[in-house]
């Protein structure tokens, strides 16, 4: 059974780049067709999809986090990882890790425990 | 850009039966959309409830249904229980590898 672990500093300063890793068990991210996404939820409020990668490495991002985004993929770890740069006060959130949506996939399954992490100086 | 629209809040009867759908903010729903749902209890991460706008994911109960009504998609709950209140969300693909959630539905069993 496939588990997912987010892992990453807790506290990040303002205009610093964010950095998290998804750590897969139970399976491997290279295997079949999966993608593999980030979603964050800031306290009290909603999820938010960041962004998606193939096995391959092709990526797909949220319009409004383009820019600041970057995700990437170690099959050889079995890791994925996202960067958001220049974070402000507003990309503290709880970041999930998930398997999907995407090929057969159409959903997100499983999902990781969530990571808070904290933008402050 | 194209927004997920869900009811902020719904409150049922234990036993009694609620209907939550997820929009858009232009146009109508359909299963090109693949519709899932996801059920959220505080401190935990969201759990898969529906998928495929209809297909009921491994371990969840009966009582929850997927569908299309009008031009939504929607999740159902006949007969809520105790243990179902809880933050519900949908996400849509909008096409070209984007995905959407909704703002969530806060369901209130008492």
């Known amino acids: 059974q496939v588990q997912l672990q987010e892992s990453g500093p807790g506290l990040v300063k303002p205009s610093q780049t964010l950095s998290l890793t998804c750590t897969v068990s139970?399976?491997?991210?290279?295997?079949?067709?999966?993608?593999w996404s980030w979603i964050r939820q800031p306290a009290g409020k909603g999820l938010e999809w960041i962004g998606r990668i193939y096995s391959s490495g092709s990526t797909n991002y949220n319009p409004s986090l383009k820019s600041r985004v970057t995700i990437s993929v170690d099959t050889s770890k079995n890791q994925f990882s996202l960067n958001l740069s220049s974070v402000t006060a507003a990309d503290t959130a709880v970041y999930y890790c998930?398997?999907?949506?995407?090929?057969?996939?159409?959903?997100?399954?499983?999902w990781g425990q969530g990571t808070l992490v904290t933008v402050s100086s | 850009q194209t927004v997920v629209t869900q009811e902020p809040s719904f409150s049922v009867s234990p036993g009694g039966t609620v209907t939550l759908t997820c929009g858009l903010s232009?146009?109508?729903?359909?299963?090109?959309?693949?519709p899932s749902w996801y059920q959220q209890t505080p401190g935990q991460a969201p759990r898969t409830l529906i998928y495929n706008t209809n297909s009921r994911s491994s371990g969840v109960p009966d009582r929850f249904s997927g569908s299309i009504l009008g031009n939504k998609a929607a999740l159902t709950i006949t007969g809520a229980q105790a243990d179902d209140e809880s933050d519900y969300y949908c996400v849509l693909y909008m096409g070209s590898g984007i995905w959407v959630f909704g703002g969530g539905t806060k369901v209130t069993v008492l």
């Open positions: 998930a398997r999907g949506p995407g090929g057969g996939l159409t959903w997100f399954d499983p």
């Open positions: 139970g399976g491997s991210s290279s295997s079949g067709n999966y993608y």
């Open positions: 232009s146009g109508s729903v359909s299963t090109t959309y693949y």
